[in-house]
């Protein structure tokens, strides 16, 4: 298994931090020091570059949650960027992917607005992550009985 690598740059006001490797439990202190650096160095406006990350486990997704709330709460954001398929479908399976903006490469993460890269329910929608509901359960409206 390949160790977790960390680099951070800084890019156009935000950091842009790329993981390489495995994240888990092995790595995850290493990369909370990483980012909290990273933050005091560059901002809180964070891009997790995830391209070359082939795996995260529940330690790696604990470090990503705790700097998004410190990101957030300090008044700047947090985006994953380019998630290889299997770390895409561990943020499905947790649901974070409906809290922190991912998009689908590092390109797409830098040339976003701040405004569009803040969460927001309906542009989750508007991305095909989920079917709008039928206007009857939208709306609580009861269904007409057969």
Do not use: W
Request: one cysteine or more.
């Amino acid at each position: 298994m390949p160790p977790l690598e960390v680099t951070a740059r800084s890019h156009a006001g935000r950091a842009v931090v790329r993981l390489r490797g495995e994240l888990d439990i092995a790595g995850s202190d290493e990369l909370r020091r990483r980012l909290d650096a990273a933050r005091r160095e560059h901002g809180d406006h964070l891009i997790l570059d995830l391209a070359d990350l082939e795996f995260m486990d529940s330690q790696g997704l604990s470090v990503i949650v705790g700097c998004y709330k410190a990101a957030t709460a300090a008044g700047g954001s947090l985006t994953l960027a380019g998630p290889r398929p299997i770390v895409r479908r561990t943020l499905e399976i947790t649901g974070l992917h409906r809290r922190i903006p991912v998009q689908a490469t590092l390109e797409a993460a830098l040339s976003a607005d701040d405004r569009a890269s803040a969460p927001n329910p309906a542009r989750e929608l508007d991305r095909g992550d989920e079917p709008p509901s039928p206007p009857a359960a939208r709306h609580g409206s009861p269904r007409p009985a057969r």
